[in-house]
């Protein structure tokens, strides 16, 4: 591309970051986190979905009601991807949740229960210094905001705070080295990325042929989110009767699969946003994860209960008849596929180089387009990278100097930019995303170090956010938007969540403790999230296996062998995609996978005869994004009933 036409090209990208924006974002900060929070602490359940499309909808409504020059798509761009984004981490993720749980951990009965090896006092006795306030301290018998501003949670703050910034650091180098490999150089598509583009340009453009398909699958969605979601919200959170036509989160079908297979389990969700994404993934990559899935959790564990019980030993104490999908899920990620999914994961690194070699053969690492990462070169984004790594290193060896200094370096500089690169690659080409195992759990175990502190010493274990902005940089080229402009608006939702869910958490925790029944969710899951921790720190669990890693991570690769083998033979198609999927699909239960293929069915098959192929084809991954919108305004509204209804219902009067 000559230098005039990168210019030109760089003209046509807009600024999405304006007043109008900003005053988007300040809204939904103000009225979708109460009710983020409020969904979390009682269903358990992220607003994410519901406050983009609210936000977005509402402020491009509200710009042609009075006259205004309506949002553009970039300013839409904006609007859509931080609203949900403030609301799923205020959500699920808020800094101040966590001290609050530090509380639940100092007074609840559960964590006395677990006794540490190396000293043999109550776990909470022997909690370091810089985690919280010791034992006993006065601290943990206030509530609301002066529990907060006190000097005793000056440490635990100011790391906050460090860490906070060192997390921002990191994983902003990682995005643009994964901008430039996989959206500058190998240009994967993103499916994912496809989906916002679409919804984004069909909300602000307003074209009337394509909000005619919008609205009518957006009805959809929402008279199917009323049934599924509306109805168990309304009547559990303002009647306090748990009311439901179909099951949350999913149908349990354990009781009729351990007839056939002991061991084994099935479940599939009834939401109908999940089975749309069926609609525009590739139906290989969808016919991938289904076939991964079900050889995973289905057969897998039931080989595991049965011909391989000498390989899982534990698996067969652990399952009993009777068993929830749920309790399954989590006791085979454990005890089964705890070591295999490292394996799994690994597979994917020798999968990327080969792919990336083959591109770098085709072209050079120079960007086609209006690249994020053009002013900054690889090694600056490393030596940013390794900055925030060392950083955080050192902090952790001044709370824990006898700790191996060589263990966090690896798993922070090392595990945490392959399990970026590989995850975002994953994600660019099939839409999917693989959850990393606890690693440093693991490490700590193997390592022979005894004492309880190094759980809790600080340091920078990254990779988890990258590969979202990575998206979230894709759909700002479809959309026409400046790619740092997404970056600024995120440095601004940093600012705005801190303030307004340090605020919002108190109010919450004021009207009610937490847990307590008001908020249900907590109630159960904190419970078995403490307990969970105390196994690991006192050291009751020891799943890591290095013969099943290397088991795992052969098995993936003669997998991906026999595929290459495959589309050799056919002289079809790449290798790559198919594999990635097979990989994706062995981490994800059957409860989402059955849906997608559902989807990916009625898309290839029927629709397609229904409505014409050409047709379907042209807007299918409008229909998916109308649905999504629906349920997800559905459940925000909802939500936001139940809010009213309840702090109606708290207040002293």
């Known amino acids: 591309m000559s230098e005039k036409e990168e210019v030109h090209e760089e003209e046509a990208y807009a600024e999405g970051l304006t007043w109008r924006s900003i005053t988007a974002i300040v809204y939904s900060?103000?009225?979708?986190?109460?009710?983020?929070?409020?969904?979390n602490l009682v269903m358990g359940i992220q607003l994410s979905g519901a406050a983009s499309f609210i936000t977005a909808i509402l402020f491009v409504t509200l710009t042609r009601i009075f006259g205004e020059k309506r949002l553009t798509t970039q300013e839409t761009f904006i609007v859509y991807l931080i609203a949900g984004g403030m609301a799923g981490w205020v959500g699920t993720f808020s800094p101040f949740m966590d001290f609050i749980r530090k509380n639940y951990v100092m007074t609840s009965s559960i964590p006395t229960g677990f006794t540490d090896p190396y000293t043999g006092k109550p776990w909470p006795d022997v909690l370091p210094w810089w985690w919280g306030p010791p034992k006993g301290s006065y601290v943990y018998t206030l509530r609301g905001f002066e529990y907060f501003f006190n000097s005793a949670w000056l440490t635990p703050f100011i790391l906050m705070v460090v860490f906070t910034g060192i997390f921002y650091l990191c994983e902003i180098a990682l995005t643009f080295i994964s901008v430039r490999m996989f959206i500058e150089v190998e240009e994967l598509p993103f499916p994912l990325a496809k989906l916002d583009a679409v919804t984004i340009t069909t909300i602000s453009e307003g074209e009337w042929s394509k909000m005619k398909i919008f609205a009518l699958s957006s009805?959809?969605?929402?008279?199917?989110?009323?049934?599924?979601?509306?109805?168990?919200?309304?009547?559990?959170?303002?009647?306090?009767?748990?009311?439901?036509?179909?099951?949350?989160?999913?149908?349990?079908?354990?009781p009729v699969i351990e007839l056939i297979l002991p061991g084994a389990m099935l479940a599939v969700t009834a939401d109908i946003a999940t089975v749309s994404v069926g609609f525009f993934i590739p139906v290989y990559i969808v016919y991938g994860w289904f076939v991964s899935s079900i050889g995973v959790w289905v057969f897998g564990n039931w080989l595991a209960n049965t011909y391989l019980s000498n390989i899982f030993p534990r698996w067969p104490v652990e399952w009993t008849p009777g068993m929830s999908y749920t309790l399954a899920l989590q006791r085979s990620q454990l005890w089964v596929w705890f070591s295999p999914n490292i394996g799994f994961t690994l597979a994917v690194i020798p999968i990327i180089v080969l792919g990336f070699l083959k591109i770098l053969r085709k072209s050079t690492m120079q960007s086609r387009s209006v690249k994020t990462a053009k002013s900054m070169s690889l090694w600056l984004l490393l030596l940013m990278y390794l900055s925030g790594?060392?950083?955080?290193?050192?902090?952790?060896?001044?709370?824990?100097?006898?700790?191996?200094?060589?263990?966090?370096?690896i798993i922070s500089g090392g595990w945490s930019l392959l399990y970026s690169l590989a995850n975002t690659r994953i994600l660019g080409e099939t839409g999917a995303s693989i959850s990393s195992p606890n690693i440093w759990g693991m490490s700590i175990l193997s390592s022979g170090y005894r004492q309880i502190d190094v759980w809790y010493a600080p340091f920078y274990q990254g990779g988890s956010s990258a590969l979202w902005w990575c998206q979230a940089v894709k759909t700002a080229h479809l959309t026409k938007t400046k790619p740092m402009s997404y970056f600024k608006?995120?440095?601004?939702?940093?600012?705005?969540?801190?303030?307004?869910?340090?605020?919002?958490?108190?109010?919450?925790?004021?009207?009610?403790?937490?847990?307590?029944s008001v908020?249900?969710?907590?109630?159960?899951?904190?419970?078995?999230?403490?307990?969970m921790e105390g196994l690991w720190v006192t050291r009751q669990l020891a799943v890591l296996r290095m013969d099943?890693?290397?088991?795992g991570f052969i098995l993936m690769l003669i997998i991906a062998a026999i595929i290459w083998a495959a589309c050799k033979i056919a002289k079809r198609g790449s290798f790559i995609p198919l594999s990635l999927a097979i990989i994706s699909g062995a981490f994800m239960g059957p409860h989402f996978t059955i849906p997608f293929f559902i989807g990916a069915l009625l898309s290839e098959f029927l629709f397609p005869k229904v409505f014409g192929r050409e047709w379907w084809g042209s807007n299918k991954m409008l229909v998916a994004a109308g649905i999504a919108a629906g349920e997800g305004v559905t459940v925000g509204v909802c939500a936001l009933i139940t809010l009213i209804a309840k702090s109606i219902w708290l207040l002293p009067y």
């Open 389 to 409: 790594v060392f950083i955080s290193i050192g902090i952790f060896h001044y709370f824990v100097p006898d700790f191996p200094l060589w263990i966090p370096l």
């Open 29 to 39: 900060a103000i009225v979708m986190f109460p009710i983020a929070i409020y969904l």
């Open 548 to 551: 099943l890693i290397l088991d």
């Open 219 to 254: 009805l959809v969605g929402i008279i199917w989110g009323l049934i599924l979601y509306g109805l168990p919200t309304i009547s559990l959170g303002v009647f306090n009767i748990p009311l439901s036509i179909i099951p949350l989160p999913w149908i349990d079908l354990n």
């Open 489 to 516: 608006a995120l440095g601004l939702m940093v600012v705005i969540t801190f303030v307004l869910s340090f605020l919002y958490i108190n109010l919450f925790w004021i009207m009610a403790p937490i847990p307590s």
């Open 519 to 531: 908020y249900p969710s907590t109630a159960i899951r904190w419970p078995l999230d403490v307990m």
